[in-house]
């Protein structure tokens, strides 16, 4: 018998009962970046290594060990983009569209060739936002809110913020001599990882998940006492601007984020609900890449969802393990009935965007419809048979709380639905 193929290690087929939580996330997503008018951008899969490596660090994780290269017939050294902030730079220099300030986004897969585990994998995907041209706390204020309205259309509300500043290069770079110091000192209790990244990337260091390394991180120096005035000020106003608006987040000193690209502003959305792997979004300031990769200096912000860990967490969520149930299951008795029915069913349709209505097909006793109805997962049973024709009304039957069921006018039908589709919206 012949070997199956199968799919590549930690890259997974989306199957259609996963899909409804995958389409409830991007629609929940451009719901947010259309209230903010994001504009979106498509840039290609493959770009020349070259680029990753000058934006994301020689010395990161990623660069180092986790890119998919390879030589192209022509002989390019070639990547597939292990994510989307290096092509979004690249795109807009190369087309020109940094000569006013402007608002990106994009979603798809990624690569990486990490080890894959829960919450982990090598295919994955990502919704991501990229600002240029605005060098204030205020942009940055902005991408969070922006984020946060993406968790409260999904009714996602457990996520903590973890902030931190990193300050500007030189400030970075001042930090850093003094942390490699303080490391150095105490070499013998550095693991193995963490002495390699002493010399190439010793901020990672910090990021350290072993949890022999957490009493050296513990007594590590921090960023903040290298700080000047700008970027105290900076993250000062920030602080104060998510505070008013009413955003809570815990400033996390340890966060340094795993590309060299950043500086300033960092950010995570946290889950402790996902283990290991709980951070469902991140991103953070990088007024340096611009100009690192050829266009002119302008100042840059951004961040990404991890699309894989967000399912995770909706498909926890009760009420949407199944996917978007009907609102209304119309049951109609009678051939006249089932005519009227399909009518009023249209009507309601048009006047009621976001209403999920089935209309029941195939005939059968009112039972039998009835069991079907609650079979279906909707809210109300609607019911039209000869008497409520007669007296142009409508029986409606709640299958999924204590409501009373009650026989209404049709001409109030609109109202009565649009107050359902208003209490239990998709996403
Ligand atoms: P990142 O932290 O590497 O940042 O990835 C952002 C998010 O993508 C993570 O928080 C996580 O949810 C998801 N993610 C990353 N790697 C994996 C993986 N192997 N499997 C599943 N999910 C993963 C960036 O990519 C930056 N480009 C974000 C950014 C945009 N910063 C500024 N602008």
């Known amino acids: ?118 919450g982990r994998y090598r295919q994955f995907h990502q919704i991501g936002v990229e600002v240029f041209g605005l060098e204030g706390p205020d942009i940055d204020q902005e991408v969070i809110l922006l984020s946060r309205r993406i968790w409260r259309a999904l009714g996602i509300e457990d996520l903590e913020l973890q902030i931190n500043t990193l300050g500007s290069s030189d400030e970075r770079a001042r930090y850093r001599a003094r942390l490699v110091e303080y490391l150095r000192g105490r070499f013998e209790q550095l693991d193995e990882d963490s002495r390699r990244r002493l010399e190439t990337n010793p901020l990672r260091i910090l990021d350290s998940k072993n949890p022999t390394m957490a009493e050296v991180i513990a007594g590590a120096p921090v960023l903040t006492d290298d700080l000047g005035e700008d970027s105290r000020g900076h993250f000062e106003r920030l602080c104060q601007g998510l505070g008013r608006a009413g955003v809570t987040f815990r400033v996390n000193p340890r966060l340094v984020r795993g590309l060299d690209y950043y500086n300033r502003s960092v950010f995570e959305w946290v889950s402790t609900a996902l283990g290991a792997q709980g951070t469902v979004c991140a991103g953070g300031r990088y007024d340096g890449l611009v100009e690192q990769l050829g266009g002119s200096p302008t100042p840059a912000v951004g961040f990404a969802l991890g699309m894989e860990r967000l399912v995770a967490l909706i498909a926890a969520q009760p009420e949407t393990a199944t996917g978007p149930s009907p609102h209304g299951y119309l049951i109609t008795v009678g051939e006249t009935a089932q005519v009227h029915g399909l009518a009023i069913a249209e009507q ?51 299958l999924r709380s204590d409501e009373p069921q009650q026989t209404l006018p049709l001409s109030e039908l609109t109202a009565y639905l649009a107050a359902r589709v208003a209490a239990h919206p998709y996403p």
């Open 1 to 118: 018998m012949a070997i199956r193929i199968q799919a590549i290690r930690g890259m997974h087929d989306i199957l259609p009962g996963q899909i409804h939580h995958w389409q409830r996330i991007e629609q929940a997503a451009r719901g947010a970046l259309d209230a903010y008018a994001y504009q979106e951008l498509r840039t290609p899969i493959v770009e020349l290594t070259d680029l990753f490596k000058r934006s994301i660090g020689e010395a990161t994780d990623i660069v180092e060990k986790e890119m998919y290269s390879f030589a192209d017939r022509n002989g390019d050294d070639l990547t597939l983009r292990p994510e989307g902030t290096a092509s979004c730079v690249r795109a807009a220099i190369e087309n020109g569209l940094l000569d006013q300030p402007r608002r990106f986004w994009y979603q798809g897969p990624m690569f990486r060739h990490e080890r894959p585990q829960k």
């Open 348 to 398: 309601m349709r048009d006047a009621l965007p976001g209403l999920r209505l089935w209309v029941h097909c195939g005939g059968g006793s009112f039972k039998s419809q009835f069991k079907k109805a609650d079979r279906s997962g909707a809210r109300y049973a609607l019911v039209l048979g000869p008497d409520e024709l007669a007296r142009e009304a409508i029986g409606i039957k709640p």
